[in-house]
């Protein structure tokens, strides 16, 4: 499953960050997203939800939909 | 002894900057949305062992591959490059206590670049009260650097670091290697590494900040996330009219009484009219606005530095994507309320030169606090103080006139977007912050420092044109009225342009330095009208009332809401965008905007029989 697809409320890993280019890899991973780490859909913004706020580990990350498809999800195991 | 140069680096939010103003006591900006520290700034202070150090603020960053022009400068002076500043001796690492896992990898590729480095787990306090527990020396000697754990806020928090400094003094200089920019497979191995190091090192770790969460879960809300944003915004418009009131009617008392003491004390003569209708009326008529500005200037410190504004800019990145713009044009837009120019710096932060630049070039059509002088003036002598359903009408058309500003931003940046900055909409990629109570020492100097700034502009600029302004429309004589003085020659070559949107030679008049800065258009108003009423003790607002008509009121506000009268705003605004050609166009769209938005307010207010 891909992150943007991911329901508010459910919980998930990072499996792999793909169908990215190097550069969205590269500003992802700096971020912080990287396999393995706790993944959380909490919400999508308002006026149409394009906007994501995610949980990754401990923190609060907001990003779009188009970005949020390149990080690939898998359940916790 | 040259100072031992230490650089202070971390991701956006991590607490550097209230560091760097507990390490230094030099006060600068605190807040906590991504990216606040624009301007390189340094600051001294002295080792346990009396060793002196100057603390080098960057910007935050994520990784060591610069893309925004705030991430350039700071990955620039990390790796020493020419042209920007000297290398520093070593760096000063922060990394969020609370998140270790997410954050590490930062610090890895840090330790890379070869220069001493400490690593202070910063928010220490806040990390432990959710429970978290990281095996320090594990941490250590795994990373083979030196770790020390910190609370930037109290002096107790930084005594660890500051024991720990002198050890990296005398480690000395080591070789830096290469400018540490990553391929992504070298980012994916520091990556991994970090992870690994940071699974061994964290002890214990609960799930994220509870409060936090909870708060989210209201404010992050699709419906009521916004209906919050909107009620906090009209609180605060609310507030800088209800709660300034008072002490504003105070200072107008204060300053009313000093002038009608200075006329009895003085003999009549030049000098008594220099200070009581120069000084006294021009100065004072701009130091009343003091407490709206602090009410103002409180809010947007507090909403910085509670972790809110980065949630305002998730709010509205929606918004902002349909304009072609993104969430993080927002912080700059909206920090643009209390003053442009740090609207516009804080833009840097904006990855997309096109979208960077149209962020600018609309940021003045905020409403910034210079103007509230002019709408608080103009609003208290026109509109009348009666209640609409809830809430006070003059609130009402002050919140009126702050979203006509935001409005035609909007606008403007949306066919800017089409026209001469097209471009691809950007990726959004922000932290949002753990939610902090504001540390009050910080919030109160923050706020004095702004609120001493502004009485500065008005005890130096404004003085010095009221007086320049109280003498140009004294002399040669004002016996038969102003206009046969050398203000009234000046402004009446202004007046055939001006007559047709409304405005009289009284306006032209203050027009005129109202374009060095906007509150200064109060303080001329204030001389100008002294000068002509002599008794009239009841104040400026008083002297507009039986001046001007309705509609000619209403075309003055609807003016400022567009002009681009501020001569700083304009300079900076050239600086960051270096280029003649666009500022020109800034200025040109504005005043076009402001003459006609003034002509078609009083043309309808006049067709409407006000």
């Known amino acids: 499953m891909k992150l943007s697809e991911l329901p508010p409320g459910r919980r998930a890993r990072v499996a792999s960050i793909d169908n990215a280019t190097a550069e969205l890899e590269a500003k992802l991973r700096e971020v912080g997203f990287s396999e393995g780490d706790e993944v959380e859909m909490l919400t999508h913004g308002p006026f149409g939800g394009r906007t994501l706020a995610v949980r990754l580990n401990r923190s609060i990350i907001a990003l779009r939909g188009p970005e949020a498809a390149s990080i690939r999800v898998e359940d916790v195991s | 002894m040259n100072a031992f140069r230490l650089a ?22 605190v807040a906590n949305y991504a990216g606040v520290t624009v301007e390189r700034r340094s600051g001294a202070f002295a080792t346990p062992a009396g060793r002196s150090v100057e603390l080098i603020d960057l910007p935050g960053i994520y990784g060591l591959t610069a893309r925004s022009l705030d991430e350039r400068i700071a990955v620039d002076v990390i790796s020493g490059r020419e042209g920007v500043d000297r290398a520093p001796d070593a760096l000063l690492v922060l990394i969020d206590a609370a998140d270790l896992r997410t954050h590490l990898h930062l610090a890895l590729q840090l330790k890379a670049l070869g220069r001493p480095m400490l690593l202070a787990l910063n928010m220490i306090d806040l990390a432990e009260r959710d429970g978290v527990v990281i095996d320090i020396p594990k941490l250590e000697a795994r990373l083979g650097i030196p770790v020390v754990a910190t609370c930037a806020t109290r002096k107790a928090g930084r005594a660890a670091l500051l024991a720990r400094l ?9 070789a830096p290697t290469g400018d540490g920019a990553l391929t992504i497979a070298g980012l994916r191995s520091v990556q991994r590494e970090a992870r690994a190091i940071a699974k061994e090192a964290i002890l214990k770790e609960p799930a994220m900040n509870k409060v936090t969460r909870a708060i989210d879960r209201v404010v992050l809300h699709p419906v009521l996330g916004p209906i919050v944003l909107a009620a906090l915004l009209f609180l605060m418009f609310q507030a800088v009219f209800a709660w300034a009131k008072a002490p504003m009617d105070v200072i107008d008392a ?5 002038g009608a003491w200075i006329s009895t004390t003085l003999p009549d003569g030049l000098l008594k009219g220099l200070i009581v209708d120069g000084v006294i009326a021009g100065v ?74 149209t962020t600018i070039l609309v940021a003045p059509l905020m409403t910034c606090s210079a103007r509230l002088p002019v709408y608080t003036l103009i609003i208290a002598a026109f509109i009348p ?33 089409r026209t001469l900055t097209r471009g691809r909409p950007q990726p959004l990629l922000m932290e949002m912050p753990t939610y902090k109570l504001p540390d009050p020492k910080d919030f109160v100097i923050n706020l004095w420092l702004r609120g001493w700034a502004f009485l500065k502009r008005a005890g130096k600029f404004i003085f010095t044109v009221s ?32 007559k047709p949107i409304g405005f009289n030679l009284e306006i032209a008049i203050a027009l005129v330095p109202g374009f060095a800065a906007r509150e200064v258009a109060v303080g001329a108003l ?19 009332q039986s001046a001007w008509s309705l509609p000619t009121a209403l075309a003055f506000l609807a003016w400022y809401v567009f002009a681009p009268q501020c001569m700083a705003t304009l300079a900076v605004a050239r600086r960051e965008m270096n280029s003649w050609r666009w500022t020109a166009f800034m200025m040109g769209y504005l005043l076009a905007m402001a003459y006609i938005a003034a002509g078609a307010t009083y043309w309808t207010a006049r067709w409407a029989g006000l």
Not at chain 2, 320 to 335: E, K, Q
């Open chain 2, 8 to 29: 202070l680096v971390g991701a956006p939010n991590s607490g550097k900057s209230t560091l760097f103003n507990g390490l230094t006591g030099g006060r600068a900006k």
């Open chain 2, 166 to 174: 002198d050890g990296l003094v005398e480690a000395g200089q080591a």
């Open chain 2, 254 to 258: 204060g300053f009313t009484g000093l």
């Open chain 2, 284 to 357: 004072g008529s701009v130091i009343v606005f003091l407490p709206q500005i602090l009410i103002l200037f409180a809010f947007i410190l507090l909403l910085e530095a509670s972790g809110y504004m980065a949630r305002a800019a998730f709010m509205m990145d929606e918004l902002m994507l349909r304009v072609g713009l993104n969430g993080r044009a927002f912080i700059p837009l909206l920090s643009s309320f209390a003053c442009a120019i740090p609207g516009m710096m804080s833009a840097r932060t904006i990855e997309n030169e096109n979208d960077r630049l």
């Open chain 2, 385 to 417: 103080p009666t209640t609409v359903g809830l809430f006070g009408l003059q609130g009402l058309v002050m919140f009126g006139l702050y979203l006509a500003g935001v409005v035609s931003a909007v606008v403007v940046a949306f066919l800017l977007k």
């Open chain 2, 467 to 498: 007086v320049v302004l109280w003498f140009l429309a004294s002399f040669p004589s004002s016996a038969s009225g102003i206009r046969e003085t050398y203000a009234g020659m000046l402004g009446s070559w202004l007046e055939p342009l001006l």
């Open chain 2, 526 to 544: 204030g001389t100008v009208y002294a000068l002509q009423s002599s008794n009239d003790t009841n104040g400026l607002a008083h002297a507009l």
